[in-house]
């Protein structure tokens, strides 16, 4: 079956931190995978990969893959309180996206 | 310039009801799709839409049916409500169907509370 898992499931830091959120897969068919912060509303999207080893990279949020481990991580340097969200990892295959349950991020002043 | 939209954004019924949510998006894409996340934000995917086609329905029982009138709306009707409905539905868009690297776009939830 078709899994996508995050870690760490929560992490409470303070404004300044860096954290790296976690994502593997084992997901048939694979096409891209996809990085979406979700605050109180709708997941809005932030990277798609789809080649290992090419870094994307938006301001302080970067994020690589690696298809040969199954695996994505997702970086943030020096956090803020508005980076505080639900950040989900999901993969896309040839007929669907599959999510994780996230990886909640806390960022306290 | 919403980009996709639902409505209504809340939702409270008794069990057994019938009850509609509907989606719009202006985007000019050609897939749509229902999403259903529950308490611990774990989104799974019910139905994807293209070119007002069926395309996946994920074994969702068949109290729920979703009609798309045309490519920019996808509408879901929900029979006889039961407590697991229970939920924060997301309508999605995207330009190309599944496995066409692109990415979805979300709208803003809605929120069923089936008491």
């Known amino acids: 079956e078709d899994k996508v898992v995050q870690s760490p499931l929560s992490l409470v830091v303070h404004e300044g931190d860096t954290v790296t959120l976690n994502c593997s897969y084992e997901?048939?068919?694979?096409?891209?995978l996809l990085w979406y912060k979700q605050e109180k509303k709708a997941p809005t999207f932030l990277f798609m990969l789809?080649?290992?080893?090419i870094e994307k990279k938006s301001g302080r949020l970067s994020s690589i893959l690696d298809k040969k481990e199954l695996f994505s991580i997702l970086n943030i340097t020096a956090t803020q309180t508005g980076d505080s969200a639900v950040y989900l990892c999901?993969?896309?295959?040839?007929?669907?996206?599959?999510f994780g349950t996230g990886t909640r991020l806390q960022v306290f002043p | 310039d919403t980009a996709v939209s639902q409505t209504p954004k809340y939702l409270v019924t008794q069990m057994g009801n019938d009850k509609s949510i509907k989606c719009e998006q202006n985007?000019?894409?050609?897939?749509m799709y229902w999403y259903k996340q529950d308490s611990k934000k774990f989104l799974k995917i019910m139905f994807s839409?293209?070119?007002?086609?069926?395309?996946i329905n994920e074994t969702v029982p068949n109290r729920f049916s979703p009609k798309s009138p045309d490519k920019a709306h996808l509408n879901l009707h929900i029979n006889s409500l039961e407590l697991g409905d229970s939920a924060v539905y997301f309508c999605?868009?995207?330009?190309?169907?599944?496995?066409?690297?692109?990415?979805?776009?979300f709208g803003p939830g809605t929120r069923l509370t089936v008491l």
């Open positions: 999605a868009s995207s330009r190309l169907p599944p496995g066409g690297y692109n990415e979805q776009f």
């Open positions: 997901v048939t068919n694979f096409r891209s």
């Open positions: 789809t080649s290992s080893g």
């Open positions: 999901a993969v896309e295959n040839t007929d669907k996206l599959i």
């Open positions: 985007l000019g894409h050609d897939t």
């Open positions: 839409y293209n070119n007002k086609e069926l395309i």
